[in-house]
């Protein structure tokens, strides 16, 4: 596998696909909004950084980036990390990962933060082998529209 930039051409399907898996694994009560494509394509134009795994041509994962350097400790968020089932665990997340941490090592960042749901048990896993820790619980609640 390798990483590579986002092309509008051929990548917005996994981002949609993204997006979609995020929604269906909201916990009870919470819905996570899907956006439109323009709203997709519009984080490219906002700073963010978009990069695909690839294996053997197909995008497998992908990643978004979006650094803030307007804090007093300078931080790179992590909005969006999602790998294809099928290829989950077999190095794709720590690949991404590590082009993120690169990403924002290029831009004096030397944090990097992700939010994750508190049932994606596996993730959060996987996330503490890369070295991340609990710093902060977030709650929701909806309150009707």
Do not use: K, W
């Amino acid at each position: 596998m390798r990483v590579r930039d986002f092309s509008a051409e051929t990548d917005i399907d996994i981002l949609s696909e993204a997006e979609e898996e995020a929604h269906r694994a909201s916990p009870p009560g919470v819905t996570f909004p899907i956006g439109s494509v323009q709203s997709r394509l519009s984080m490219l134009q906002s700073g963010q950084c978009i990069a695909f795994s690839l294996e053997e041509g197909a995008a497998v994962g992908c990643i978004v980036l979006s650094p803030d350097t307007n804090n007093i400790l300078p931080i790179g968020y992590i909005d969006c990390l999602f790998i294809r089932s099928e290829f989950r665990g077999q190095g794709g997340l720590e690949l991404l990962l590590n082009h993120a941490a690169a990403y924002f090592r290029s831009l004096g960042i030397r944090y990097m933060r992700l939010e994750v749901s508190a049932l994606n048990e596996r993730a959060i896993r996987a996330y503490e082998r890369f070295g991340f820790v609990t710093t902060q619980h977030t709650m929701d609640v909806s309150i009707g529209s």
